[in-house]
């Protein structure tokens, strides 16, 4: 019992640890796609105390994030059908793709606002206003069709013995990956889109 305890720890340390570092990266990649020049300059150095604890609280609020998006997606598909049964309306055969369209459209708008915190915080330069609207839609879209398809393939994935046992971390390692380069591809889009009288977001550059 206590070795089960000790490995638990030691694994979930681990797992803080690659995951404070990925947020790391994830930031210093989209601050190194939004600066003027890519190298780093001598007043963009911190200390690493600041940096470790500023990706912790950026790491916890990703995944509130991401928790709230993908429990939003799947309240509105369960309660589809609830409602549709509640109200008598099953017959109705064009409500049942109306729902589904409702519940993709909140599905996307989640996303859109998880996107639009990452795209306006992480970066040290404020983006600018119509690159950071389309570029955050981009990336809400493509965020759903990843849900979706994880969605279909996951199932299939763990009725192999192998799955069963590896499944759900290969699913989350592939879920976190094309989250990071759906992230950056965006971010990139939005640093280097121009379009005609497009101001920059208000607000303070920050560190």
Not at 15 to 40: C, F, K, P, T
Not at 73 to 94: F, K, P, R
Not at 130 to 154: C, D, H, P, Q
Request: proline share 3%; net charge positive.
């Amino acid at each position: 019992m206590q070795q089960r305890t000790a490995v638990g720890l030691v694994g979930l340390l681990v797992a803080l640890y690659s995951g404070i570092n990925w947020m790391g990266n994830l930031r210093e990649a989209i601050r190194a796609q939004s600066r003027d020049v890519w190298e780093r300059r001598p007043q963009d150095e911190e200390k690493i105390w600041v940096k470790y604890f500023r990706d912790l609280i950026s790491l916890i609020g990703l995944l509130v994030a991401l928790i709230i998006t993908l429990s939003i997606t799947s309240v509105a598909g369960s309660a589809q059908q609830m409602i549709i049964s509640a109200l008598y309306l099953d017959n109705i055969e064009w409500l049942k793709p109306a729902w589904r369209l409702i519940g993709l459209a909140i599905s996307i708008f989640a996303n859109y606002l998880l996107f639009f915190w990452i795209f306006w915080r992480l970066p040290r330069h404020r983006p600018r206003r119509k690159a950071l609207f389309r570029g955050t839609l981009i990336a809400a879209i493509g965020f759903e069709i990843i849900k979706i398809v994880m969605t279909w393939t996951l199932p299939a994935l763990v009725k192999s013995p192998s799955g069963a046992a590896f499944g759900s971390v290969l699913g989350l390692m592939a879920f976190f990956y094309f989250f990071a380069r759906l992230t950056l591809f965006c971010a990139a889009w939005i640093a280097t889109a121009e379009y005609k009288d497009d101001r920059r977001m208000p607000g303070k550059t920050h560190r």
